[in-house]
Each structure stands twice: as structure tokens, then as C-alpha cells.
């Protein structure tokens, strides 16, 4: 039998997502599950135990949190979206409540995912999702000061906090030296972004590849303020209004705007401030959905139709 260690938010809204819920619906698709707290004190020391599978079962940061402590990163991770926004699993395709999701697991089915280190004054942290500096950071200045409406009023309301953030940025000068070549730029905001949505679920790198071993560096141009603006009201219909580069390594140099790592965010400073980012040289394996041979069939038929 397959060793699970569920790692879980205990306050994920998600119906279904309770602790025992998901641990009934692991027994009924044949694992042998252990659970952890991802709230814990020494949850760290939890994911050290020995298991085939570690399942990661809440929102974004929860996810985050599971991936970037992973003490041995061989071991495939099951991923149950939990959240309002669910960025990281809706780049990588995964949707479903965890009674559907755990029966589409097969432990050799899966996609390496890269985990990046992001290095500054403070030291390294590690993240999924993005490094921005900016108007990003600034909406998440702004939505962290108010009451957080729940499910896809959240996503609304923070898209809204965005557009607005966005009315409001002043452009700033970025020096960015990206894999050894120096750019000189004013922009609304720079996002270095491993994952395709990010925010209030938005794909604002739509060409991001989660296993390329690449950074996807977004710019925010500032005589694309009104299209971009526009775009999050509709953002299904049509790629972003940004600029896109593919890189390896990236060095970011500003001033007087503040920052963020994936939901964190971090106050302007007048004092120069400088980053490093790159890629991982491990990246961590996520498992990924198996669908059933009833829904390649309806799948066939409607390519047909």
C-alpha cells in the first residue's frame, strides 16, 4: 500500500477539504495516509517522515510552504487546490475537489516543477510563484488592509484592487541585468514569475512553462497602462499587454517601490535595493491527473463535433 503524509491547511474553506474528508477519500483510493498540520509549530520536522507520496491540500501559500521546505524533493507531490485563487494548480491544469482528484493519481505520472531562490540583502527565500516589484506589490499592500471577501468575490475584489493599483503606479527606473545583458527600463512593475497565473488568478505570464528550467520575466509597460487595465476584466480572451522575456538568471536593481514574494509583500525603501533570482538546480515532481477513459471519450467526441 502507497504511504501518503497529507499536509493540510485546517482552515481551507474548500467543502469537502476537511481533515477527515480528504483523509476518508485517500483511504478510499487505497492509500495509507498520515496527517500533518501545515499550521503546526514543527511542521518542518512532520515532512521529514518517511512516505511515497506527500500530498499538499490548501490554498497557495499552503502549497508553497509544502514545496519550498521538501526535505527530499525525489518524493512525487499530490496537489488538492483548496484556495480562492489556486494559481499553481491552475497552471498546471489540476481542478477537482479531493474525492475526485485522489482517484486520478498514478505515482508515475508526474512533472518536474521548478522551485526558485530569490536573494537580497536579508538573505534567500524560496517561491513559486513570482518576485515583483512594483504596482504588483503595491495591490497586495492594499488588499492585505481589507476584510477578505470569500470565493469568487475574493477574486473579483482583488482584481478591482488591481486595476486600481495600476491607475495609481508611478513608473519606475529598473536596472535589470538579465543573463549577463543589462537593461535599462521605466515601468509600472516587473514580475519574475514561475508559474503562468498569479494575483487574483490571472495569467499575466501566459507563456510560462512550470519545467523549463526558465524564469518568465513580465513588464509592465507604461504606455500599456489602459490595455492592461482592460484586460484584467476579461483576462480569458486574449494574452496580457506586457512585455515577456524567457531567461535563466536574472539581477533586478530599483528604488522608492516595494516588493513582493509571492503574497509577501515588502514596504518601498529610498536605498537601493538589489535581488538576484534564479531557478533551483532540483526541481520538486508533481503528480499529474489521469483522466478516465469515460472523459477521453466525451473529450474525442466533442474534438469531432
Known amino acids: 500500500m502507497v504511504r501518503a503524509l497529507l499536509c ?10 476537511d481533515k477527515d474528508s480528504i483523509l ?11 496527517y500533518a ?18 500530498v499538499a491540500a490548501g490554498g497557495d501559500g499552503t502549497i508553497a510552504h509544502v514545496l519550498t521546505n521538501l526535505p527530499d524533493r525525489s518524493v512525487p507531490v499530490a496537489i488538492l487546490p483548496l484556495g480562492t485563487a489556486n494559481n499553481f494548480a491552475r497552471s498546471l491544469g489540476i481542478g477537482g475537489t479531493p474525492q475526485e482528484l485522489v482517484e486520478t493519481w498514478k505515482l508515475d505520472r508526474h512533472c518536474p516543477v521548478n522551485v526558485v531562490s530569490v536573494t537580497g540583502n536579508w538573505g534567500t527565500t524560496l517561491f513559486l510563484e513570482a518576485y515583483g516589484v512594483g504596482a504588483f506589490p503595491a495591490f497586495l499592500e492594499d488588499v492585505s488592509k481589507r476584510k477578505k471577501p470569500k470565493g469568487a468575490d475574493n477574486l473579483l475584489k482583488g482584481r478591482e484592487a488591481l486595476q486600481d493599483a495600476l491607475k495609481d503606479a508611478k513608473p519606475i527606473d529598473v536596472i535589470m541585468k538579465i543573463d549577463g545583458k543589462t537593461f535599462e527600463r521605466s515601468l509600472l512593475g516587473v514580475e519574475v514569475c514561475n508559474i503562468a497565473f498569479t494575483g487574483p488568478g490571472l495569467p499575466i505570464a501566459s507563456s510560462a512553462d512550470l519545467g523549463d528550467d526558465k524564469l518568465d520575466v513580465v513588464f509592465f509597460e507604461t504606455d500599456e497602462r489602459k490595455n492592461l487595465i482592460k484586460w484584467i476584466d476579461a483576462p480569458q480572451e486574449d494574452k496580457p499587454p506586457v512585455t515577456q522575456r524567457k531567461c535563466s538568471k536574472i539581477d533586478i536593481t530599483w528604488t522608492n517601490a516595494p516588493a513582493r514574494v509571492d503574497d509577501e509583500y515588502f514596504e518601498a525603501s529610498d536605498k537601493e535595493q538589489t535581488v538576484e533570482i534564479v531557478c533551483e538546480e532540483t526541481p520538486v515532481h508533481i503528480l499529474m491527473p489521469v483522466k478516465h477513459p469515460v472523459q477521453k471519450a466525451h473529450e474525442k467526441k466533442a474534438a469531432s463535433a
Do not use: C, M, W
Not at 493540510?8 to 477539504?17: D, E, F, L, V, Y
Not at 476518508?24 to 498520515?34: D, F, H, T
Not at 503546526?40 to 506527500?54: M, N, P, T, V
Open 8 to 17: 493540510h491547511n485546517p482552515n481551507a474553506g474548500t467543502a469537502g477539504g
Open 37 to 54: 498540520s501545515v499550521k503546526d509549530d514543527d511542521f518542518k520536522k512532520q515532512l521529514e517522515r518517511s512516505a511515497d507520496l506527500i
Open 24 to 34: 476518508a477519500a485517500l483511504k478510499l483510493a487505497g492509500y495509507e495516509a498520515s
